[in-house]
């Protein structure tokens, strides 16, 4: 959710979570909020709790935030966001409301929640783009692109270390220092404190990602 008017924001961070979320094997699926912001869809195999995506999505979040210290924050007080995009990680929780694609929102236009391809994600892009006038035309010429979101459930083994890895005390420390999160993910999560980091490196795939993108 912008601050204000500038959505080459959003599309910058949209950039940034979707390089993020392919890197840890993962199909992420973008579409317009219909109002000011965009949500990123992850479809996942039954078995993971609430709790669960939370984490893992305040890690994204704040690993956003650390890459992108001058639009993005995670500050919930609207008051104190300034002219910085907000990442609603908090959405992931039980029993909150769920905005679907194509839904027509309550704002000036008949703004629609439109699903998104990756080559629209550009500097024009904005969410005015598309209401319920222009939507069946759209549907025809683009398809359903959200389509993909239904039919697919990812339950990779990237995804599962990347669920794992958040919902430990690592991912705090991802937000720091890189010898620090790899101390605490040999300490508590792989019981091998004795050993040198440099002979534990790489620790898998998905951390090395992982780390990498938020610490470097």
């Known amino acids: 959710d912008p601050s204000e008017e500038d959505f080459s924001k959003v599309i910058r961070i949209a950039e940034f979570i979707g390089a993020l979320l392919r890197g840890a094997g993962l199909r992420p699926y973008a579409k317009t909020s219909g109002a000011s912001g965009l949500h990123i869809y992850i479809p996942l195999v039954r078995g993971y709790s609430y709790e669960q995506a939370r984490m893992f999505c305040e890690l994204v979040a704040r690993m956003i935030v650390r890459e992108h210290r001058d639009i993005a924050t ?66 025809g010429r683009r398809g359903e692109l959200f389509r993909g979101q239904i039919d697919t459930r990812f339950d990779s083994g990237a995804w599962r270390q990347a669920v794992h890895l958040s919902t ?47 610490v470097s």
């Open 74 to 139: 995670v500050e919930r007080s609207v008051g104190k966001r300034g002219n910085l995009v907000y990442q609603d990680y908090l959405q992931n929780i039980k029993e909150q409301t769920v905005v679907p694609a194509y839904v027509a929102r309550p704002v000036t236009g008949a703004n629609v929640t439109a699903p998104l391809d990756r080559d629209e994600l550009e500097s024009d892009l904005h969410p005015t783009m598309f209401n319920i006038l222009n939507k069946p035309e759209r549907i």
């Open 168 to 214: 430990s005390r690592v991912g705090l420390a991802l937000c720091g220092d890189l010898n620090t999160a790899l101390r605490l993910v040999i300490d508590e999560d792989l019981n091998l404190a004795d050993k040198p980091v440099a002979e534990l490196l790489p620790i898998s795939t998905a951390v090395r990602d992982l780390v990498s993108f938020a």
